[in-house]
């Protein structure tokens, strides 16, 4: 079964961290690009940050752009999302997508897979 599992939501102070991980099963990881999204309450969803098939192109939304990095492991069918310096408005719903394709990335592709979410909540 195919599938994306997020974690590592949670609630974290205003410039704190959290670190995010999507773990695939079921597919052929290393021939997906993967997406973070993001959406909050009342807003549509963002795409915030991708990374290549093999990790060697990586792209950045302007709202978390030098805050934000993405990363894979593709031994372990994992990719993060390291978020430092985080800010309340980086509260929302995050979900990570899978889009194959061989070269580069970008969170404007349709994304074949999704995972369920996992909360993420910036608030002193």
């Known amino acids: 079964q195919l599938q994306l599992v997020e974690s590592g939501g949670g609630l974290a102070q205003p410039g704190g961290s959290l670190r995010l991980s999507c773990a695939a099963s079921?597919?052929?990881?290393?021939?997906?690009?993967v997406g973070w999204f993001r959406q909050a309450p009342g807003k549509e969803r963002e795409g915030i940050s991708c990374?290549?098939?093999?990790?060697?192109?990586?792209n950045y939304a302007d709202s978390v752009k030098g805050r934000f990095t993405i990363s894979r492991d593709n031994a372990k069918n994992t990719v993060y999302l390291q978020m430092n310096s985080l800010k309340p408005e980086d509260t929302a719903v995050y979900y990570c997508?899978?889009?194959?394709?061989?070269?580069?990335?970008?969170?404007?592709?349709?994304?074949?897979?999704w995972g369920q979410g996992t909360q993420v909540t910036v608030s002193s």
């Open positions: 997508g899978a889009d194959r394709r061989s070269t580069g990335c970008s969170v404007a592709s349709v994304y074949e897979y």
């Open positions: 079921g597919f052929r990881w290393p021939y997906y690009a």
């Open positions: 990374i290549s098939s093999r990790g060697g192109s990586t």
